[in-house]
């Protein structure tokens, strides 16, 4: 791909290989795995235990409830006003002092409450008679059972005391009304707690005593639990090289041991189920999914005497395959790794495998989140991914479409409000599994937090009981000069906040504070008369991303007197513009700013003196200048996204591609195009699955638009064949006050199989 620059004209020249999507290859995974041995007892941890170990993590204040009120630290938080004597309703970003979103706070038991030093896993038990609802809770300690019926009011039943030492790991799920528990203390065996007595215990909280304790194994580092075979699987033991010691619960107080799978080693999580996905030929079986360190593994355990490993795929940049759950269907493996945020400086990257078959699985890439906090747990209920993504706390993801990558965060509740870094402190696990909607979360330094998530749009309003609205009121007269700022937010809208200072006295003018913008993608307008004189005019965004694009496709305008003074969207923590004068006239505009319509209207199509030609040889001449180039063989170069390039088709030379398939996008980053009349992009194609009729597009859009406009199309069987090179080159007119542009290539076919290189 190259770009050319010349005062006259702008050119995007020869694209040797222009290509889309991304897996790959990670020999070194392969190597790493045949040099991993099984773990001692008493060995030390993973190497993301041991980073946990070298935090600090001491117990910290609720910032809800009276002593938080008294603190003054939020003046619109008042413990009257809330439904219980913890609770906070989600109000302009804010629960208390916890940022959150579409997530409501309904009661914090804090470390002290629960009588710990620090906490780590959390599950959940419902009562099937009565609908009671319990959450428990590990710590260093022991185990704690609080009843959450009343989710404003939990009551600490009980603790069951650690079998041995205490330990920052342990590990809790549900079996046929019991709870069985793990713990990398030494010698801990598996506790098993019969929750039935949890339903008439009085003068609470009460010390409790195990049932029966499971003596095949010393510590393990997770457990979980198949409730539809009742078998249990321990994982991280000293037993069967680390793998799967299966355990027969049928009969919950004298459980035995019912299986070894040693096969490939180190399990760190897993989850087990009867399959009921699209493969045939496993359809109710008991399969296994293994987070084996640098792999995804598959066993089918059916035959505890003969288990059978179907597939063990890795992915490209691994550092630590952590835990994951299945989509309800069966079809898709979402996963996280505990060591890349840390070790990439990446933000939360959630990773995708496609076990449609379940000998051949497929990684697809991964979701990019919004902060850098590391992931720890995640559970899927339906189309929503919980995740307990420690500093940044509990994020909810709506999943859209998983094939081809896209989540939408759908809620949050931040319990590590100083920072969303990259490191081991906040959110352990989460709970979302209660009949109720509870969602319990388990902070580390915090405690038991009981939250409620309500992602759901308020019902519309009866139109017949609309009131009548009142008369407008004449505008009173601006005798000075009146400022307008428009602001469409992005998906973060509580990040957003601008200030409007007067340079003639220094003092502030007009002002919107980080919290007060609370809708995402919503025009939010101030218009105000001000004095004549000079401005500051300084729009922030707390996270560093300004308003476009990686979040949605947020911008400003700044008008003063009528005319645009700046517009914008893209910038990192602000962008300051300062216009007017103390002792002179009305600004004009900037020089390279043209007037546009509002961010709610369409956006500005291409003028009809641009040229959208169908492809045409590249132009050449001493008018043209190479300005960039690339063939993809190091990196995606200009082109965002994940997932976006591969070696299978190259031309002319080499190995490597970008991708889109089905209906996906391919966006570059922006090009500045400062007094140029035109750009041309050439680049070569190859499509493979696409039937007649199938097509892609170009699209491209300039600043101050907020859609693509298309500028050529090709369609399978009629500008193309498929599975055969194709030349084309675009040539487009860059209209007068533009002076950036941003190109789009998109699917518009229906078969995963259709792909263009």
């Not at 098993?192 to 393990?220: C, E, K, M, V, W």
């Amino acid at each position: 791909m190259k770009l050319h620059f010349s005062r006259d004209i702008f050119l995007l020249l020869s694209l040797p290989s222009f290509v889309y999507g991304a897996e790959l290859k990670s020999s070194e995974n392969h190597i790493r795995r045949v040099q991993k041995k099984p773990k001692e007892e008493e060995a030390n941890p993973h190497q993301g235990c041991q980073l946990f170990l070298k935090e600090k993590h001491d117990p910290q204040p609720a910032l809800v409830g009276a002593a938080y009120e008294l603190s003054g630290a939020n003046p619109d938080y008042h413990v009257q006003a809330q439904a219980g004597a913890s609770a906070s309703e989600c109000v302009n970003g804010q629960a208390g002092g916890y940022p959150c979103n579409n997530v409501d706070l309904l009661s914090l038991l804090t470390l002290p409450n629960l009588g710990s030093g620090a906490a780590n896993d959390i599950w959940g038990w419902t009562h099937a008679g009565s609908g009671r609802e319990f959450a428990i809770i590990g710590l260093r300690e022991g185990t704690g059972f609080i009843e959450i019926t009343d989710p404003y009011n939990p009551v600490l039943l009980g603790k069951l005391p650690t079998a041995t030492g205490n330990s920052s790991w342990r590990d809790i799920k549900t079996v046929n009304d019991y709870a069985v528990i793990v713990s990398e203390a030494s010698g801990h065996g598996m506790q098993i707690f019969d929750l039935n007595r949890l339903l008439s215990i009085g003068n609470p909280p009460q010390t409790f005593s195990a049932d029966t304790t499971y003596g095949g194994f010393g510590n393990a580092h997770n457990v979980f639990v198949n409730e539809d075979t009742s078998f249990v699987y321990a994982v991280g033991t000293s037993t069967c090289n680390g793998g799967l010691h299966i355990i027969d619960m049928s009969n919950p107080l004298n459980p035995t041991q019912a299986g070894c799978y040693s096969g490939d080693g180190y399990s760190h999580d897993v989850q087990c189920v009867i399959y009921n996905g699209p493969d045939s030929s496993y359809v109710g079986r008991e399969i296994c999914l293994g987070s084996n360190e640098d792999t995804i593994t598959i066993v089918d355990v059916t035959n505890k005497s003969n288990m059978i490993q179907l597939a063990r795929k890795s992915y490209a940049g691994d550092r630590y395959t952590h835990q994951g759950w299945l989509t309800e269907d069966h079809a898709y493996f979402i996963f996280n790794d505990e060591l890349d945020e840390q070790g990439f400086g990446v933000k939360t990257r959630t990773h995708i495998m496609d076990v449609r078959n379940l000998q051949n699985p497929i990684y697809l890439g991964y979701h990019d989140g919004r902060t850098n906090a590391i992931d720890h747990n995640l559970y899927v209920l339906g189309d929503l991914v919980y995740q307990a993504n420690y500093r940044a706390g509990l994020n909810v993801l709506k999943i859209v479409d998983i094939e081809n990558l896209e989540f939408e965060e759908a809620g949050y509740f931040d319990i590590y409000p100083s920072s969303n870094s990259a490191n081991f402190n906040g959110a352990w696990s989460n709970y979302p599994y209660f009949p109720s909607g509870t969602v319990v979360v388990s902070g580390v330094e915090q405690g038991l937090f009981v939250l409620k998530y309500d992602g759901t749009p308020p019902p519309p309003t009866d139109p017949t009981l609309a009131p009548t609205p009142a008369p407008t009121p004449a505008p009173t007269p601006c005798n000075g000069k009146t400022v307008k700022v428009s602001v469409l937010t992005d998906n973060y809208p509580l990040e957003t906040s601008w200030v409007l200072t007067n340079d003639c006295n220094g003092e502030e003018q007009l002002s919107v504070g980080a919290g007060d913008y609370t809708s995402g993608s919503t025009l939010y307008t101030t218009e105000e008369c001000v004095p004549a004189g000079e401005y500051t005019f300084v729009i922030s965004d707390t996270y560093g991303d300004g308003l476009c694009c990686a979040y949605g496709t947020g911008s400003y305008t700044l008008e003063y007197d009528g005319t645009t003074i700046e517009e914008g969207g893209e910038f990192g923590q602000s962008e300051s513009t300062t216009f007017g004068s103390c002792n002179g006239p009305s600004p004009t505009a900037a020089p390279t700013a043209a007037p546009t319509a509002a961010p709610t209207a369409a956006p500005t199509a291409l003028p009809t003196a641009a040229p959208t030609p169908p492809p045409v040889t590249a132009p050449t001449g001493d008018d043209w200048e190479l300005i960039y180039e690339d063939d993809f063989e190091a990196d995606q170069g200009l082109f965002m996204g994940t997932n976006k390039r591969f070696d299978l088709f190259s031309y002319p030379d080499g190995d490597w591609s970008l991708r889109i398939r089905k209906a996906s996008k391919l966006n570059s980053e922006w090009f500045d195009v400062p007094n140029y009349s035109q750009v041309s992009l050439k680049f070569w194609f190859y499509a493979t699955g696409m039937e007649a009729g199938d097509n892609f597009f170009a699209n491209v859009r300039f600043n101050g638009e907020k859609s693509y406009t298309v500028v050529d199309e090709w369609v399978s069987s009629t500008d193309f064949d498929t599975e055969e090179w194709v030349e084309a080159t675009l040539i487009i007119g860059i209209p007068e006050g533009k002076n950036r542009i941003q190109f789009q290539f998109k699917g518009d076919s229906d078969a995963r199989n259709d792909k263009v290189y």
